[in-house]
């Protein structure tokens, strides 16, 4: 996790802050400080989820933040995924901007008929009438031993869905300037935080400010081939590219960002660029973001400008296992991405 | 005025104005005539898709609502027709969203089970059984949390209450003592499947003690009836003693839906209950108290009837949407 701190904020994108300070936060404290400006700018803002109050969240993301605005806006739900996630949606209906934290993304498979049924469409449905501002943490992803059911990383799920924006930040810069974002938004917003992520430290800029939904991040330059990655895959694209140097390949490392809508111009003038794609991420490899990354570009002009088969990086189809190689097997790790990159640089698909 | 005489009088009686029960009664009555004027489109093939009606169910729509002002709210269920006139919705632009038309509630974009009327409080039907429970939650933690005094009524059905989210939605509004009344319209059957078959407990307002919050159960053909367990329990919410469960008995007299072959009830079940038509009773109770008469009965049926056709050749005059604008407002749109 080393690299995490490495990940340099984007900067073109982001709203500027004249003479801000800037320190080092981990991402869980980046998203904890996002959170208290949000209380604090706006009375309407309410956070709610499972044990978020005292016990400070399951990954201490909320830490002390009930002490510093009490219960009734830093409020414990009983554990009811299914009546939670739906209070916060009618909530956000009827005036309130509730952040609604899921423990586990996992458990997000209990109350899809609120985000997907309800949130997702009920703008649309009632023709514009409404709109549903709720923002919705999901921490996710393997990599700290708790197996099949504390481990997936479904973002791709939510990516489906018309109506709903996905973001998936991948440094403490992004993680608080996309939940400010997000709370700003009048649509819902399903913010994938990378459990691994939650103590890698970076540069994060006191005070309020937004990284824009729907924007992607260049975070490393480079000529000969475009490695488009998401949450703890940036950090390891990053440090595949760091060994790919070394061996005379200069590879540009595009963080996503946000997964829905997708930065198309980005992605597009990327690959027009390197004229080469590796997708990483860590979800399982059919139909997740990847694919959709890749369709992208073999329908786009960038198309035209392909040197090489477009090759994705993905989780592999099983369940993630507990065993601790097992659980590194089935998510791409730095080698993976640096021999894929290896491969499609040197016309060895 | 007599005391004791008042005292013996129906509860709608004793607390409404003539002119309130009337417009109550008017109200029940358009519910019926709209929905009969929709299924007569629907076989006509004027409107498509599928449409669940109230028929039989007035009762409990109007008075749920009778108690409500236009800053409280209502969820709704599919079967909402009767909740959205009861609210106060126009039924010209509900007609206009049956036939698919820009000038519906939803701009056609919902249909039969999304209409909403925001601007009366009407948070909208929903398609999916229960879904509407957690949302309502929702919108009286609004309520409570900005001190709005609004209270929710969170209409469904007996299927619902087998549903996780009554469960989940009971307890949540419980344990913060949230301004929402759980108002359950047991018909009887959920789709096909008869009240006794699905569930151990006979009666749904037993399930209030589970959440620790008063359960009533009344007669949900008797407008009065209604009113009086609703009104109680507005009091209760707006004070800050927190939720009821209302169970409102009442039958729907057409089909779940347009599929539906009534293979699970038999013929003389359904006279039975239309034999307690809570239209025609609500309207003998008033002609009982000499706050109403034949001819203003007539010329209420008349006024509706109008209201009625004129909505209808609004929605069959009325634009469709336009399919360049297939993907508005799926978000908002922020250069707007």
Do not use: N
């Given at each position: 996790m080393s690299a995490a701190a490495a990940v340099a904020p984007a900067t073109a994108s982001t709203t500027p802050i004249t003479g801000a300070v800037v320190r080092d936060l981990s991402y869980a404290e980046a998203i904890r400080e996002a959170m208290a400006i949000a209380l604090e700018r706006d009375p309407r803002v309410v956070l709610m989820g499972e044990d978020i109050g005292v016990y400070g969240g399951a990954f201490q993301v909320t830490g002390d933040l009930v002490h510093r605005f009490g219960p009734d806006r830093v409020m414990d739900t009983p554990i009811s995924e299914l009546g939670g996630a739906g209070v916060a949606v009618g909530a956000a209906l009827t005036g309130l901007r509730p952040i609604f934290e899921f423990q586990f993304s996992d458990f997000a498979t209990l109350a899809m008929e609120q985000i997907v049924n309800q949130a997702a469409k009920l703008r649309f449905m009632l023709g514009g009438a409404v709109s549903v501002p709720v923002v919705m943490r999901f921490p996710a992803g393997s990599g700290t031993g708790a197996a099949a059911q504390h481990s997936q990383s479904l973002e791709a799920w939510?990516?489906?869905?018309?109506?709903?924006?996905?973001?998936?930040?991948?440094?403490?810069?992004?993680?608080?300037?996309?939940?400010?974002?997000?709370?700003?938004?009048?649509?819902?917003?399903?913010?994938?935080?990378?459990?691994?992520?939650?103590?890698?430290?970076?540069?994060?800029?006191?005070?309020?400010?937004?990284?824009?939904?729907?924007?992607?991040?260049?975070?490393?330059?480079?000529?000969?081939?475009?490695?488009?990655?998401?949450?703890?895959?940036?950090?390891?694209?990053?440090?595949?590219?760091?060994?790919?140097?070394?061996?005379?390949?200069?590879?540009?490392?595009?963080?996503?960002?946000?997964?829905?809508?997708?930065?198309?111009?980005?992605?597009?003038?990327?690959?027009?660029?390197?004229?080469?794609?590796?997708?990483?991420?860590?979800?399982?490899?059919?139909?997740?973001?990847?694919?959709?990354?890749?369709?992208?570009?073999?329908?786009?002009?960038?198309?035209?400008?392909?040197?090489?088969?477009?090759?994705?990086?993905?989780?592999?189809?099983?369940?993630?296992?507990?065993?601790?190689?097992?659980?590194?097997?089935?998510?791409?790790?730095?080698?993976?991405?640096?021999?894929?990159?290896?491969?499609?640089v040197r016309g060895a698909v | 005025m007599q005391p004791v005489a008042m005292a013996n009088r129906p509860f709608a009686i004793r607390h409404y104005d003539a002119d309130t029960l009337r417009n109550a009664l008017r109200r029940m009555l358009l519910i019926r005539r709209f929905e009969e004027a929709a299924e007569d489109s629907y076989m006509r093939g004027l409107v498509h898709g599928t449409m669940h009606l109230s028929i039989g169910q007035e009762a409990s729509a109007v008075g749920a609502c009778l108690p409500l002002d236009d800053t409280d709210m209502i969820t709704s269920t599919h079967r909402g027709h009767g909740h959205c006139i009861a609210k106060g919705a126009d039924v010209a632009r509900m007609f206009a969203e049956f036939f698919g038309k820009e000038t519906g509630y939803c701009r056609g974009r919902g249909g039969s089970m999304h209409i909403a009327d925001v601007s009366k409080g009407n948070l909208g039907a929903n398609g999916i059984v229960g879904g509407g429970l957690p949302i309502a939650v929702g919108a009286a933690l609004t309520a409570k949390r900005l001190g709005t005094g609004a209270v929710v009524v969170c209409f469904f059905g007996d299927g619902a209450n087998n549903e996780g989210a009554f469960h989940e939605s009971l307890n949540m509004a419980a344990i913060w003592k949230l301004p929402v009344l759980f108002v359950c319209e047991n018909n009887h059957y959920g789709m096909s499947m008869a009240m006794d078959r699905a569930s151990a407990v006979a009666a749904v307002a037993d399930r209030a003690a589970a959440y620790a919050m008063p359960g009533v159960r009344v007669d949900g053909n008797d407008l009065s009836a209604v009113a009086e367990a609703c009104h109680d329990a507005v009091a209760r919410a707006r004070v800050g003693d927190g939720p009821s469960l209302i169970e409102c008995v009442t039958y729907r007299w057409r089909g779940h839906s347009k599929s539906d072959r009534n293979r699970y009830r038999t013929k003389e079940e359904i006279e039975t209950w239309v034999a307690r038509d809570p239209v025609r009773r609500f309207a003998a109770l008033l002609m009982d108290h000499g706050l109403l008469n034949a001819t203003d009965f007539d010329v209420l049926e008349r006024s509706v009837a109008d209201e009625i056709s004129a909505g209808v050749a609004f929605a069959k005059s009325s634009p469709n949407p336009d399919p360049v604008l297939l993907t508005r407002d799926v978000y908002t749109d922020l250069a707007a």
């Open positions: 939510f990516g489906h869905v018309p109506g709903l924006k996905v973001v998936q930040p991948a440094t403490p810069h992004d993680a608080k300037g996309l939940l400010l974002a997000a709370v700003h938004d009048p649509d819902p917003v399903m913010i994938f935080e990378h459990k691994l992520l939650y103590k890698t430290k970076g540069p994060v800029p006191e005070g309020h400010y937004t990284v824009p939904i729907g924007e992607a991040a260049v975070c490393r330059p480079g000529r000969d081939v475009t490695v488009v990655a998401s949450a703890v895959m940036v950090p390891r694209a990053l440090d595949a590219a760091t060994q790919l140097a070394a061996d005379g390949i200069d590879a540009e490392v595009i963080d996503l960002r946000t997964i829905r809508p997708l930065d198309r111009e980005t992605l597009i003038a990327s690959v027009a660029k390197t004229t080469r794609l590796v997708c990483v991420y860590e979800g399982v490899k059919t139909l997740g973001v990847g694919a959709e990354v890749s369709a992208l570009i073999a329908e786009s002009e960038a198309f035209d400008y392909l040197d090489a088969p477009i090759v994705r990086v993905g989780g592999a189809e099983v369940p993630i296992p507990y065993s601790p190689e097992l659980e590194k097997a089935a998510v791409p790790q730095t080698a993976d991405i640096a021999a894929a990159v290896r491969r499609v | -």
